[in-house]
């Protein structure tokens, strides 16, 4: 939603043309993606770990 209200548009350049928002607002939601790309990451590999089997 952050996105949506400063009109950011580099990380979706199909579905955002046109759209280019200061470079500081841009910055913060790149930064806000990348750290939910990575918390995915960190949540998928704790679900494996914690589905592997006991010895």
Known sequence: MLAA???TGALSP????GRVA???QENLV???LS??????IAVA???LWGLR???
Request: no cysteine.
């Open 5 to 7: 209200s400063f009109g």
């Open 14 to 17: 199909i579905t955002a043309t």
């Open 22 to 24: 200061e470079l500081w």
């Open 30 to 32: 790149t930064l806000g």
């Open 35 to 40: 750290s939910v790309g990575i918390s995915i």
């Open 45 to 47: 590999l704790m679900v």
């Open 53 to 55: 089997k006991k010895a």
